[in-house]
Protein backbone atom coordinates (compact mmCIF):
# COMPACT_ATOMS: atom_id res chain seq x y z
CA UNK A 1 0.00 0.00 0.00
CA UNK A 2 1.09 3.23 -1.01
CA UNK A 3 1.45 6.12 1.79
CA UNK A 4 -2.25 8.13 2.37
CA UNK A 5 -2.25 11.08 0.49
CA UNK A 6 -2.71 14.13 2.75
CA UNK A 7 -5.73 15.49 0.69
CA UNK A 8 -6.89 11.89 2.51
CA UNK A 9 -6.45 12.73 5.81
CA UNK A 10 -9.32 14.53 7.78
CA UNK A 11 -8.89 13.67 11.37
CA UNK A 12 -8.91 14.68 13.93
CA UNK A 13 -13.02 15.44 12.94
CA UNK A 14 -13.83 16.96 15.86
CA UNK A 15 -11.35 20.00 15.63
CA UNK A 16 -10.33 20.18 12.16
CA UNK A 17 -11.94 20.86 8.54
CA UNK A 18 -9.01 20.83 5.97
CA UNK A 19 -10.03 23.57 3.07
CA UNK A 20 -6.88 22.64 0.70
CA UNK A 21 -3.92 20.66 0.92
CA UNK A 22 -1.30 23.69 0.02
CA UNK A 23 1.89 21.64 -0.02
CA UNK A 24 2.46 17.84 -0.53
CA UNK A 25 6.25 17.11 -0.90
CA UNK A 26 5.36 13.74 -1.46
CA UNK A 27 6.54 9.86 0.45
CA UNK A 28 8.30 10.27 3.64
CA UNK A 29 8.55 14.50 2.69
CA UNK A 30 5.85 16.89 4.77
CA UNK A 31 2.82 18.14 3.72
CA UNK A 32 0.66 21.21 4.69
CA UNK A 33 -2.58 22.81 4.64
CA UNK A 34 -5.06 25.38 5.38
CA UNK A 35 -8.43 24.42 7.36
CA UNK A 36 -10.65 25.59 10.11
CA UNK A 37 -9.57 24.06 13.78
CA UNK A 38 -11.95 24.38 16.41
CA UNK A 39 -13.43 27.74 14.53
CA UNK A 40 -10.21 29.26 13.75
CA UNK A 41 -8.19 29.31 10.37
CA UNK A 42 -4.97 27.68 10.73
CA UNK A 43 -2.33 25.55 9.02
CA UNK A 44 -2.12 21.92 9.25
CA UNK A 45 1.35 19.98 9.12
CA UNK A 46 2.17 16.16 8.76
CA UNK A 47 5.03 14.04 7.61
CA UNK A 48 3.53 11.98 5.06
CA UNK A 49 4.71 8.10 5.12
CA UNK A 50 5.89 5.24 2.35
CA UNK A 51 4.59 1.67 1.61
CA UNK A 52 5.75 0.21 4.69
CA UNK A 53 4.54 3.37 7.10
CA UNK A 54 1.47 4.85 4.88
CA UNK A 55 -0.02 6.55 8.04
CA UNK A 56 2.74 8.68 8.37
CA UNK A 57 3.10 10.83 11.75
CA UNK A 58 1.44 12.13 13.31
CA UNK A 59 -1.51 9.51 14.20
CA UNK A 60 -3.92 8.95 16.37
CA UNK A 61 -5.95 5.50 16.93
CA UNK A 62 -4.58 3.94 13.59
CA UNK A 63 -5.82 7.05 11.93
CA UNK A 64 -3.15 9.25 10.17
CA UNK A 65 -4.05 12.65 11.65
CA UNK A 66 -3.06 16.95 11.43
CA UNK A 67 -1.54 18.81 14.12
CA UNK A 68 -1.87 22.86 13.81
CA UNK A 69 1.42 24.60 13.62
CA UNK A 70 2.00 27.92 15.74
CA UNK A 71 0.51 31.19 13.94
CA UNK A 72 4.01 32.69 14.17
CA UNK A 73 4.85 29.87 11.66
CA UNK A 74 2.19 31.15 8.83
CA UNK A 75 4.68 33.67 6.76
CA UNK A 76 7.49 30.79 6.70
CA UNK A 77 5.06 28.27 5.57
CA UNK A 78 3.57 31.04 2.89
CA UNK A 79 7.07 31.55 1.85
CA UNK A 80 7.66 27.78 1.08
CA UNK A 81 4.39 27.68 -0.61
CA UNK A 82 5.46 30.48 -2.57
CA UNK A 83 8.79 29.07 -4.05
CA UNK A 84 7.51 25.20 -3.89
CA UNK A 85 3.58 25.79 -5.61
CA UNK A 86 3.10 29.08 -6.53
CA UNK A 87 -0.88 28.04 -7.26
CA UNK A 88 -1.56 27.28 -3.85
CA UNK A 89 0.34 30.23 -1.86
CA UNK A 90 -2.66 32.92 -3.32
CA UNK A 91 -5.22 30.35 -1.52
CA UNK A 92 -3.41 30.13 1.51
CA UNK A 93 -2.66 34.07 1.25
CA UNK A 94 -6.53 35.22 1.06
CA UNK A 95 -7.75 32.19 3.66
CA UNK A 96 -5.42 33.26 6.14
CA UNK A 97 -5.95 37.10 5.48
CA UNK A 98 -9.60 36.75 6.43
CA UNK A 99 -11.14 37.08 10.07
CA UNK A 100 -13.03 34.38 10.91
CA UNK A 101 -16.68 35.26 11.21
CA UNK A 102 -18.72 34.41 14.67
CA UNK A 103 -21.30 31.99 13.87
CA UNK A 104 -22.93 32.45 17.12
Known amino acids: MAYIKPDQVISPK ?4 MVD ?21 RVGFRWNGDAESPLGNPQSRGLPT ?15 VERRNPDKAGIMRAFLGKPVEDAG
Do not use: F, H
Not at 69 to 77: F, H, I, M, R
Open 14 to 17: ASWT
Open 66 to 80: WVMLDPALNSAVLAL
Open 21 to 41: VVLDRGENAPAYAIGMWERMR
